[in-house]
């Protein structure tokens, strides 16, 4: 459950303030997406490929003291790879 959680606070965190988070679960097959979509800054694209590096933000202006040490993601991503998931972020 943390990767959800995990997955949906990024969501808020790097949305635009007043905007609505977007949730949608998909079955495919023998898997489900969960698909989290927010309004907010476009992430670049070689930012995208780093965003579950452990220690990795996106957002250059936050520090341990007001965004959190970059680990959220990489812990999110270890979590889904131990269940034999993949993960991914897309524009």
Do not use: C, V
Request: hydrophobic share 30%; charged share 30%; net charge negative.
């Amino acid at each position: 459950m943390f990767h959800i959680i995990d997955t949906y606070t990024n969501a808020i965190n790097y949305s635009y303030e007043n905007t609505q988070i977007e949730i949608i679960m998909e079955q495919e097959e023998e898997k489900i997406n969960i698909i989290f979509k927010n309004k907010g800054e476009e992430i670049p694209k070689y930012k995208l490929e780093k965003i579950f590096d452990k220690f990795y933000r996106a957002d250059d202006s936050r520090t341990s003291a007001n965004g959190g040490a970059g680990l959220g993601l990489a812990i999110t991503k270890e979590i889904i790879e131990l269940h034999n998931r993949q993960n991914s972020s897309k524009k």
